[in-house]
């Protein structure tokens, strides 16, 4: 019997000691040895001018390509003839080719430092459900956390307050039927809830279950934490009450942001990240998304991989600074988005992502090669008649639209969902409804909203 069967078929109790124990693993990887020190040190560069920020990311880059071409096979070959008196700030960046993330999943072992350090293999499918294995060092790892910790202090929290997780993590066995859907992590004042057991039926488990546990704040995929929001509306439920909920992983929409905040009665702070720790972005307390700095540089750049000016929409190209073990340099995330030429009220002066439109493939494409993105608007208001909503564009004249209906639903919302779709993307497109009675997650449990199966998508037809 392998390890996880033996795990589901323990008693609760058993599961929660395992759960805890892992827990207390994991807190000793994050937080322990030179934490600390990571963690004042961005206390006091967060406020830091422009240039002083300027000249931090200059000195992390040179660094950055000086142990990466001495140690990285991958650059020892690519920047062989690189004149490093040449980088002299971070419009260099320009001079040294985009790197792919096939490239970096056909052949990870190329990135991988010579440098004899401990390392933590993380396996991740993103959502796309290709493999690609990413290898951190034992620091890499404190120092995310430390950027993570960061975040929650701009959130109003502080310390190892109680918490609520729902993310990818698989803590039940799928022929779980009944209740408790979660277990706890008891040295870190942490309930891990399953994202892969919400449904109608078990809904009101998972409402008394919170109320019980009282958190302080959630930490979530938006799918899942809006799925719960949406109950606490519709049964007009309101004593529950938090400090702030934390959502990652999945784009966040703006009608799950009104309705979550609208539930819950705190502010959603969202943040955007990766594996491959090259990028990391958070809100403030002025609800601005800051590309944190001192993690990684952030680059925008059109169809032909020419850098973009703010304001802009384009693909993220991201530089990563904390993980010597595996240094991606100008890595190509797959995510769209544009940077804002604004000056956020918080006093930081940090780059703000003004608008994030999701992965390259989260955005539907017209026949006439113009990209649609951010369809939340669409659904604003139809929170009690459908519970689910995918968009599916399998050919460029083709869409499938899954609908998971909730009590409300008749059969004119779907077709105003045509409608709204229709002026959107133009004549030539035929829509086709589907209803399902649930709407599969990927692997790691992430909902995905917006599904483009083109092949090279931006380039099949022209992107403009």
Request: overall charge positive.
């Amino acid at each position: 019997m392998k390890i996880h069967e033996v795990y589901y078929h323990s008693p609760i109790v058993v599961q929660n000691i395992l759960c805890s124990l892992y827990g207390l693993k994991l807190y000793f990887e994050r937080y322990s040895g030179k934490f600390k020190k990571y963690q004042g040190y961005l206390d006091k560069t967060q406020y830091l001018s422009a240039d002083e920020i300027h000249a931090i990311q200059v000195k992390a880059f040179r660094q950055l390509l000086l142990n990466s071409i001495k140690g990285v096979p991958y650059y020892k070959k690519q920047f062989s003839e690189l004149d490093m008196a040449s980088i002299k700030n971070m419009d260099s960046l320009s001079m040294l080719s985009i790197l792919p993330k096939k490239q970096v999943r056909e052949s990870p072992h190329l990135f991988l430092s010579s440098n004899k350090q401990k390392l933590v293999k993380i396996n991740t499918s993103g959502t796309t459900g290709s493999p690609l294995s990413i290898y951190v060092s034992s620091e890499a790892r404190k120092k995310n956390y430390a950027f993570f910790d960061r975040s929650k202090k701009w959130a109003g929290l502080k310390g190892n307050e109680k918490s609520i997780t729902f993310g990818g993590r698989v803590i039940l066995s799928s022929r779980q039927t009944l209740p408790p859907f979660w277990r706890s992590n008891f040295f870190n004042k942490n309930v891990l809830f399953s994202s892969y057991h919400i449904s109608e039926n078990t809904l009101s488990y998972y409402i008394e279950a919170i109320r019980k546990i009282q958190p302080v704040y959630i930490d979530s995929y938006p799918s899942s934490i809006y799925q719960i929001a949406k109950y606490l509306i519709t049964n007009n439920i309101n004593d529950i009450k938090l400090k702030a909920i934390i959502t990652s992983a999945e784009t966040l929409l703006e009608h799950q942001r009104n309705l979550i905040e609208q539930a819950f009665k705190c502010k959603v702070y969202d943040q955007y990240g990766g594996a491959e720790q090259v990028v990391f972005a958070c809100q403030c307390e002025e609800g601005a998304l800051h590309v944190n700095p001192e993690y990684g540089y952030l680059e925008v750049v059109d169809e032909n991989d020419q850098p973009l000016e703010k304001g802009e929409l384009g693909e993220f190209v991201c530089t990563g600074f904390i993980n010597d073990a595996m240094p991606l340099i100008r890595y190509k995330v797959g995510d769209m988005g544009i940077l804002s030429d604004e000056k956020c009220p918080c006093g930081r002066n940090f780059p703000v992502i003004k608008k994030m439109v999701g992965r390259n493939d989260d955005v539907l494409i017209t026949p006439q090669g113009k990209y649609i993105g951010r369809l939340d608007p669409i659904f604003k208001g139809m929170e009690n008649t459908i519970v689910e909503t995918q968009i599916v564009q399998e050919k460029v004249d083709l869409i499938k639209i899954n609908i998971v209906r909730g009590s409300g639903y008749k059969d004119f919302h779907g077709q105003y969902i045509i409608n709204e779709l229709k002026k959107r993307m133009g004549e030539g497109v035929e829509f086709v409804v589907q209803y399902m009675d649930e709407i599969p997650k990927t692997k790691a449990g992430k909902f995905r909203a917006v599904v483009c199966n083109i092949k090279n998508n931006r380039k099949a037809v022209g992107w403009r």
